[in-house]
């Protein structure tokens, strides 16, 4: 809730900044019009991958919570419970891996041709201002 407050609180983060953070990392979630910058075919992409990351998010969350269960049940001396735990941190894992790790390395690829097309594009306008940048 901190973050939140903050976030609120402050100043919005740069365009250039967001669209370099945006574009870099291609991150689900709600980015504005960003996405929609995308040509279309890096557009379909992304949101693919998109869908896979929201897809493998549960086995994400239940392997998460469980590998921390599953110790505090041992200490606890709840064996039967925590093998329980470890058997759904197990298949936790193999949903996640199948819905997300074994695909992971398609990412690195969509974000290099991301970032080619925005090397392709022509740079910004200069905000006008003095001659340090600084407008008044």
Do not use: K
């Not at 093998?83 to 197990?90: E, S, T």
């Not at 690195?108 to 006008?128: C, K, M, N």
Request: hydrophobic share 45%; proline share 9%; glycine share 8%.
């Amino acid at each position: 809730s901190g973050s939140i407050l903050g976030s609120l609180l402050s100043r919005p983060t740069p365009r250039d900044v967001l669209e370099n953070f945006y574009f870099s990392t291609l991150p689900f979630g709600w980015w504005g019009d960003l996405p929609s910058q995308l040509p279309e075919d890096l557009r379909a992409e992304t949101m693919a991958e998109h869908r896979r990351d929201r897809r493998g998010l549960p086995f994400a969350l239940v392997f998460q919570v469980s590998i921390f269960l599953c110790p505090m049940l041992i200490l606890i001396g709840q064996g039967r419970s925590a093998l329980l735990c470890g058997g759904l941190a197990l298949a936790a894992f193999c949903g996640l891996y199948w819905q997300w790790l074994r695909l992971i390395d398609r990412s690195d690829p969509l974000v290099a041709r991301v970032q080619a097309w925005r090397r392709s594009l022509p740079p910004p306008e200069a905000p006008i201002g003095d001659e340090f940048g600084a407008n008044h």
